[in-house]
């Protein structure tokens, strides 16, 4: 007998609580796969996830199903979450600012931020009373809806540029203070006017004078005790709790405990809960391990769980039914609402980019950006309609001009980024794109007597044709010790010193005279000039780079950081120098090279009536090859010199192919592009210096990296110098799995091979990279200037 009564009033009410939590939960899992997907499909336009997740709030909360779900105690319930939600949202953004700017003279970026909210809150002002947002004109209101149109959604558009590569550069980094101005401004001003103009009327028998100070004294103490308490409470955690060891939970709640203590002090008197948070936010130490915890793990709750419920919540409250499409009200109401928010951050941006001597278009493009709407502006119209303040259709209108706001945003950046790139130097600083008629400047770094003959048989095989001729900047690399750093005299000029260190100045006067001693006899299209990198190896690799820049050089020559013994084989290293050669490898603005000397510098000269010197090229695949191909170009001009490229192709048989679409993942489209560009390149090499018969040429078949090891050892001791590219980068079936065994990673797959100790104590080796571009936009540094 069952015990169940399927008549029980228990039952039914039980099946159907189930059967709601159940749709509810249906629906917000539907949110988020919806959200993702859109977001994804949008992704090849560059759109940020608000825009999808607008959309789809918009679409799924109108559906009439939707509403069916919701009755007047779900709604509430809603309600509830989204205000919880947005006291998180809004105590985050506070511990992100800092309130202290209003103390300091205004930068740059303040006074752009400034002048574009004065512009467009002077605009919204005088414009909106007269497109009736409400039945009649409510002061309150219209300040509100001024101030709102004047702020920025810093958090949109901080991941907006971040998300576009822009963040390091000049404009990237002006547009992320400014919105961060602009949003902490104007949000400031609401949470004040809140005071005089509360949204919710206060059931009090009492004046509305009596209300506003008492939430004023119960702000001004929130705020006094979370300046000056929660620095102690909080360091005093972080002190307790350093980094790398677990958290203690019951610092951890006394942290949480007291910032919710903090942030609900004004709300008992009636202020706002969401900008009570902010308030308190602001105040709180945006630095040490407890804040970056509140701030990474509110975050992730808001993107995961609050963003899907909250855009439903927009939607469901965004009712289309009562949009009144009809009226021509509406739609003035739209228009003029986006070109007040977009037009006044125009215009004041223009006029302060003036004043600051910013470009036009520069200034254009950051008002633009400025004028980019988000979260907290999404609910301020929705909870101006849920006070009664404006109608659903006002309400709805002010959710879509925000949504406008945001659409345009990627355009802005792609604007950005296509004039960088046109105001970016045309002089690429590589060998393959060097201008013919222009001479080649080589930085040539020594570490020191011992490297001088190297050098000056590397500048002779390296000179080409006397016109136009080669550039060499001879430069000490010298490591900066206490002991020389006490014999440095300043200079009358700014930033000059004078080494007086006697070990030093004699290092650097045997290598001058060794090389001045070759411009004697072989002056013809060869120009030299002295430099000094005197740093400690922390810092040598950025004094290197920014010779280079400077000196506006196409390729780098470094000294391997080991040496070559008496027996033949190469010491352990210098570390520091290797060190070095790593930094400019990764932040060179120019090709760079590593030579690895086992005996250049031993050929007592190299003539220029016969041949002296056999070298080879090795060319596999990509740029690193293609750039040290261009260089042998340049040997291939020496008399005194028998150049052979060794082309390596893979073996073009159906097994072997199969394999390597198994075994070996490439990017297709990638893969075809590099090879049209090697097969370009070594074409017009080939017509240009093999088919006269200049260079000789050999061909390797090759099946994997194993035939490829087999093939590079068999050219031991045939030639005195081999140029290889690095090709680190390239995703080549001929190298595949070398990099398993690398000694020196940064010589590369095939340079380490041929430096290794077990290869030939008689070729020596020139491994080059050409230049690597900083960040992820073709072309262009991420760290670009544009201002």
């Given at each position: 007998m069952s015990d169940t009564n399927p008549d029980d009033p228990c039952s039914g009410k039980l099946s159907a609580l189930f059967t709601r939590v159940a749709k509810h939960v249906f629906g917000f899992f539907l949110m988020v796969v919806l959200c993702n997907?859109?977001?994804?499909?949008?992704?090849?336009?560059?759109?940020?996830?608000?825009?999808?997740?607008?959309?789809?709030?918009?679409?799924?909360?109108?559906l009439r199903i939707v509403h069916g779900f919701f009755d007047i105690s779900a709604a509430q319930t809603l309600r509830f979450i989204i205000d919880f939600g947005m006291?998180?949202?809004?105590?985050?953004?506070?511990?992100?600012?800092?309130?202290?700017?209003?103390?300091?003279?205004?930068?740059?970026?303040?006074?752009?931020?400034?002048?574009?909210?004065?512009?467009?809150?002077?605009?919204?002002?005088?414009?909106?009373?007269?497109?009736n947002y409400t039945q009649e004109f409510k002061m309150n209101f219209t300040l509100t809806l001024s101030t709102a149109l004047s702020s920025t959604a810093s958090p949109v558009l901080t991941r907006l540029i971040t998300s576009h590569k822009i963040g390091k550069s000049d404009i990237g980094q002006l547009v992320i203070a400014a919105g961060m101005h602009s949003d902490f401004i104007s949000t400031l001003l609401i949470s004040i006017g809140y005071i005089a103009f509360p949204i919710r009327e206060k059931p009090s028998g009492r004046s509305r004078l009596q209300d506003s100070m008492e939430m004023t004294i119960a702000l001004v103490i929130q705020t006094v005790i979370t300046a000056k308490v929660s620095p102690i409470i909080m360091n005093w955690v972080n002190n307790e709790n350093p980094e790398g060891k677990p958290m203690k939970g019951s610092h951890l709640v006394l942290a949480v405990a007291f910032m919710a203590l903090v942030c609900s002090c004004s709300t008992v008197y009636g202020f706002s809960p969401i900008l009570s948070a902010f308030m308190a936010g602001i105040f709180l130490p945006s630095e040490g391990r407890v804040s970056k915890w509140v701030i990474s793990k509110i975050n992730y709750l808001l993107s995961t769980i609050f963003y899907p419920i909250f855009f439903l919540w927009m939607g469901f409250e965004a009712d289309f039914r009562e949009f009144e499409p009809d009226q021509l009200g509406t739609w003035a109401r739209l228009f003029l609402l986006f070109l007040i928010a977009t037009v006044g951050k125009v215009a004041g941006t223009v006029l302060s980019g003036v004043l600051l001597g910013f470009r036009w278009p520069e200034s254009f493009a950051l008002g633009l950006l400025l004028s980019t709407k988000g979260h907290y502006q999404i609910y301020l119209a929705i909870a101006a309609k849920t006070a009664g303040t404006v109608s659903t259709s006002t309400s709805t209108v002010m959710v879509i001009a925000i949504f406008f706001t945001v659409v345009h945003a990627p355009s802005v950046v792609a604007y950005i980024i296509k004039r960088a790139r046109k105001r970016a130097p045309t002089h690429r600083m590589a060998l393959q794109s060097l201008d013919p008629s222009k001479e080649v400047r080589i930085l040539l770094g020594v570490h020191g007597p011992q490297d001088a003959p190297t050098a000056i048989n590397f500048t002779e095989i390296s000179r080409g044709t006397a016109d136009p001729g080669i550039a060499i900047y001879l430069t000490d690399m010298i490591e900066l010790t206490d002991n020389i750093a006490a014999t440095l005299v300043r200079g009358d000029e700014e930033d000059t010193v004078t080494v007086t260190d006697q070990t030093v100045t004699e290092m650097r006067e045997q290598v001058t005279a060794a090389a001045q001693a070759y411009i004697d006899h072989n002056s013809d299209g060869v120009k030299l000039r002295r430099l000094l990198a005197l740093s400690t190896f922390?810092?040598?690799?950025?004094?290197?780079c920014i010779l280079a820049e400077d000196l506006m050089t196409a390729l780098i020559i470094l000294p391997f950081h080991k040496r070559q013994r008496a027996d033949g084989t190469l010491d352990a290293g210098h570390p520091g120098f290797r060190y070095v050669n790593r930094k400019v490898l990764r932040n060179a603005p120019c090709s760079v090279g590593i030579l690895v000397d086992r005996g250049l510098g031993l050929v007592e000269k190299i003539s220029r009536s016969y041949t002296s010197l056999n070298v080879a090229v090795i060319f596999i695949s990509g740029k690193d090859d293609r750039e040290a191909l261009a260089y042998a170009g340049r040997v291939a001009c020496h008399p005194g010199v028998k150049l052979t490229v060794i082309r390596f192709l893979v073996e073009n048989s159906s097994e072997n192919t199969s394999r390597r679409a198994s075994s070996h993942r490439v990017n297709v489209a990638e893969q075809e592009e590099e090879m049209k560009l090697d097969d370009e390149c070594f074409a017009e090499f080939y017509e240009r210096y093999v088919a006269g018969g200049q260079v000789a040429y050999m061909e390797k078949h090759l099946a994997n990296s194993a035939e490829t090891y087999s093939t590079l050892r068999s050219l031991e001791g045939q030639y005195a110098l081999i140029i290889v590219g690095r090709g680190g980068r390239v995703n080549s079936v001929l190298t595949v799995g070398m990099n398993d065994w690398q000694q020196c990673p940064e010589l590369g797959p095939i340079g380490d091979v041929l430096s290794g100790s077990d290869f030939s104590v008689k070729t020596s080796v020139l491994i080059i990279q050409t230049n690597n571009v900083r960040g992820e936009l073709d072309g262009l540094d991420d760290d670009f200037s544009i201002m």
């Open positions: 997907v859109t977001h994804y499909l949008l992704r090849p336009f560059s759109q940020p996830r608000i825009t999808s997740d607008t959309f789809i709030g918009l679409l799924i909360g109108n006291i998180c949202y809004m105590f985050v953004l506070g511990i992100e600012m800092d309130p202290y700017v209003l103390l300091k003279l205004p930068t740059k970026d303040a006074t752009v931020a400034y002048a574009g909210m004065l512009s467009t809150f002077v605009l919204a002002g005088a414009i909106t009373p007269f497109l922390s810092g040598m690799s950025q004094d290197i």
